[in-house]
């Protein structure tokens, strides 16, 4: 089953049936929404920006941050030309506004730009929104647009290479528990940490280019693919993830590509935050309990070996994730799993509200819920202390931090390679000097908790062959 993407619709007018149907079959194309990810300072795109800026001075006497508005143009108009085919873009306003947005672009600034776009024709509406009382989601659909040959033609000379990376996206952002965009000020992104994240990421962009990372067609792989954002929730105590749009693909995708002209392989910490939660809370490297001293799998939870390994892992998850055990068991009565009809790969998702479930309830009913929650306590006793408390974003900082930890060994001996969250992808021939890298970021990190025993992990070949992985954490630091 293939999950359509949605968005919050824009409601300005009330559809017809007829064009419920065409954004229906719009959407089977899986149009993307537009991120304002560009930029450029081709004489086209200037030229362009300024018309542009011009256009909508004329309906404002007074314009609040006029200084910002030629490089928002830039950032807006190099988007949209490097955007081929449809886009979608929702124009309702309480999503630009302060507080809100969920994007750091999106702010009024671009939404008044792009309305100017439309009234000059330079974007047109191909479906219109779709308002939640019509949508089968029960959230509806934001309005389609596609650039028109009038602003194809004001960028004629216009090349792939005349575009940059936005430059002011940030590296390091917060949100809130709904997802939105937490305001940073001014001096934030001017400190010296923020910067020293900031030199790492280009930094690593800029070996991944040198070194040549390619699909599995040998075309260069977009940078803008590959632009690592480290994203906390809340305050700079939580979360604290290494983010990038590669990581969203499947990872059959991600393992063909090539690295230096030579396929990759990937080092994935096996048992990531239980490791995590044993080492640094509990003083060892493995369990004690009478059943899972036998089973090294934190997942294998009795009486439920039917279920994926990876439903297991996510159900696990959920139970350190959440703040109370009342709240496991809602989040986990809310969690659907469906079989990808492309990648044929297992998806999951946990709803909240009204939003249209797919696919088949994990458990039953909450008895059955809290029947998987016993049989875990039972099974694994040394995490019963860390369910329901909201350890999850905590692990997710220490994992973070042992990626940050991996970047800044990478850079000193300039090895490329692409973090997903705690798992690595380098050319195959480089599998022993990522475990190396690993090990002593592992040590940095976590200290004397990281410094005895072994560190279980999985190698998967470019062939997708998987192999167990033991790394000795008593040796010394590179």
């Known amino acids: 089953m293939n999950k359509p993407k949605s968005l919050s619709s824009n409601v300005s007018k009330k559809p017809s049936a007829g064009t419920l149907q065409g954004y229906r079959e719009a959407v089977s194309d899986e149009v993307v929404f537009l991120s304002i990810r560009r930029y450029s300072e081709h004489p086209e795109v200037y030229a362009a920006a300024d018309l542009l800026v011009k256009e909508f001075s004329k309906t404002r006497q ?7 508005l030629p490089k928002d143009a830039k950032k807006l108009i190099a988007s949209i030309w490097m955007h081929e085919g449809l886009f979608r873009f929702t124009t309702k306003a309480e999503h630009f506004s302060k507080g809100k947005r969920k994007q750091v672009w999106m702010t009024n600034r671009t939404l008044d730009l792009f309305n100017c776009m439309r009234g000059l024709k330079w974007v047109k509406e191909v479906k219109g929104a779709i308002p939640p009382y019509l949508a089968k989601n029960e959230i509806g659909f934001s309005a389609i647009y596609t650039s028109t040959d009038t602003f194809k033609t004001l960028l004629r000379s216009l090349t792939k290479e005349d575009i940059t990376i936005n430059p002011d996206l940030p590296c390091v952002l917060r949100k809130n528990a709904d997802k939105q965009v937490i305001e940073e000020p001014e001096s934030f992104y001017s ?17 991944l280019r040198r070194h040549k990372t390619c699909w599995a067609d040998d075309s260069e ?21 290494w983010y990038c749009n590669f990581q969203n693909k499947p990872k059959a995708v991600r393992n063909s590509i ?6 990759v392989g990937s080092l994935d910490i096996t048992q990531c935050h239980p490791m995590l939660i044993l080492r640094i809370f509990k003083g060892k490297e493995s369990e004690d309990g009478l059943f899972s001293r036998h089973n090294e799998d934190v997942y294998q939870v009795a009486g439920f070996e039917h279920l994926d390994r990876g439903i297991r892992k996510k159900a696990v998850n959920t139970l350190f994730n959440a703040n109370n055990e009342a709240e496991a068991i809602k989040s986990l009565g809310n969690t659907h799993w469906w079989i990808d009809g492309i990648t044929s790969e297992v998806e999951i998702e946990t709803y909240r509200g009204k939003k249209k479930r797919w696919g088949s309830p ?11 929650i016993g049989n875990f306590k039972l099974v694994h006793p040394d995490f019963v202390d860390a369910l329901g408390t909201g350890i999850g974003l905590q692990l997710q900082g220490f994992d973070g931090a042992v990626t940050h930890q991996v970047l800044k060994f990478s850079e000193s001996i300039d090895l490329p390679l692409i973090p997903i969250h705690e798992e690595y992808l380098v050319a195959e021939d480089k599998k022993a000097v990522v475990e190396e890298v690993l090990r002593s ?6 200290q004397k908790a990281g ?25 010394k630091k590179l």
């Open 191 to 207: 400190s010296k940490p923020y910067k020293e994240h900031q030199s790492l990421i280009q930094a690593h962009l800029e070996r």
């Open 441 to 446: 970021s592992i040590q940095v990190v976590l």
């Open 258 to 263: 090539t690295i230096g002209g030579k396929p």
């Open 221 to 241: 792989i977009d940078p803008i693919e590959l632009l690592l954002t480290r994203q906390f929730t809340e305050d700079f105590a939580h979360g604290g993830r």
């Open 62 to 68: 007074r314009l609040k941050n006029k200084d910002k």
């Open 362 to 372: 994990i458990f039953k009913d909450a008895k059955e819920v809290k029947k998987f």
């Open 451 to 475: 410094q005895y025993g072994t560190l279980s992990a999985k190698w998967t070949n470019s062939l997708g062959d998987e192999t167990k992985v033991k790394i000795d954490l008593t040796g």
